[in-house]
């Protein structure tokens, strides 16, 4: 049974940082390409990062700010989130694609992220 289960959300001021974490059963994601998206009120839902065997890809909006990782042993994908801004407020999205073709979608149930004084 494939689940992803987020967590590690919360509310942050402008500068602070969050990790959040995506644990994965039903699969390996060491082999399976992963990724962060979020969707803020108004917007639509937008790739922040993915990670594959050995890149990693990071929308222009969080290059040098967020960061994507694994832990095989734990079969967990994080997004480290530092110099948070209130534009980064939105509910945050681990997502597993997976199939010959990448058929496939698996999505966690979200995690909202607020950065507000």
């Known amino acids: 049974q494939v689940q992803l289960v987020e967590s590690g959300g919360g509310l942050v001021q402008p500068g602070g940082s969050l990790r959040l974490s995506c644990a994965a059963s039903?699969?390996?994601?060491?082999?399976?390409?992963m990724s962060w998206y979020r969707q803020a009120p108004g917007k639509e839902r937008e790739l922040v990062a993915v990670?594959?065997?050995?890149?990693?890809n990071y929308a222009d909006s969080v290059k040098g700010r967020f960061t994507i990782s694994r832990d095989n042993d734990k079969n967990t994908v994080y997004l480290q989130m530092n110099s948070l801004k209130p534009e980064d407020t939105a509910v945050y999205y681990c997502?597993?694609?997976?199939?010959?073709?990448?058929?496939?979608?698996?999505w966690g149930q979200g995690t909202q992220v607020t950065v507000s004084s």
């Open positions: 997502n597993a694609r997976r199939g010959l073709l990448g058929e496939y979608d698996y």
């Open positions: 039903g699969f390996i994601v060491s082999s399976t390409a």
């Open positions: 990670i594959r065997t050995i890149t990693a």
